[in-house]
């Protein structure tokens, strides 16, 4: 079972911050590989945010994508 799926049985919102990551990347009409261009994240690490299977996201990635999708922190 992957970590997403074990963290969604304990929080059942968990899955809303990669649904809300996805969302502001086709808002934007960015494909995941712009954001890998733009932010330097690896393309399975955005991948892995927006699937929810990243259980603690690394705060810089974070950063790198606010920055990207032009959202304040």
Do not use: W
């Not at 934007?28 to 990243?54: F, P």
């Amino acid at each position: 079972m992957k970590k997403g799926k074990i963290l969604q049985q304990v929080d059942p919102n968990f899955h809303l911050f990669g649904k809300f990551l996805r969302m502001l990347r086709c808002q934007r009409g960015l494909s995941i590989q712009d954001v890998v261009e733009y932010s330097g994240i690896a393309k399975s690490t955005i991948k892995d945010m927006e699937l929810s299977n990243t259980v603690n996201p690394n705060f810089l990635n974070i950063v790198k994508l606010a920055s990207v999708y032009k959202e304040p922190l």
